[in-house]
């Protein structure tokens, strides 16, 4: 068995496009398609619900993987719309990859911090990007991760 990884990439996103109270189906096959492409093995879901609360009206979903769970939640209400998410994982993944799924709700503005959980919590990544800032969403081009 390979020595477990304990990556963590926490991400606060917001998005003109988010997935709205029908789009359930949707964000479930946008995970499973991100965990394949991350490389990881599902094993539970993914599973959504729809919060109908003023306030905090949303989508949420989440998956359980070989190596730990991946977890989306939407508040639409907002403009721009809110989107949490978080990826944690034993095992080897790029970052960059969650990154360029995240295009497909057109973000306008992406903060993250990407921890390895090992031993302690440590930082090995902070940033924020904006499209007001011209630059592509590739977050993670030419960093150690």
Known sequence: MEKP???HIIIRAEVNDPPQKNDGESLVLWIKYLIDKIGM???HGPHFAYVDVEGNKG???VAIIETSHIAVHVWEEAFPALMQMDVYTCGPFDPQIVFNFLKAFSPVSVEWKYIDREFDLKTLDVGSWSDESNKQLNLFNNRKT
């Open 5 to 7: 990884e304990h990556k």
């Open 41 to 43: 093995k599902l094993l």
């Open 59 to 61: 989508l949420t979903a």
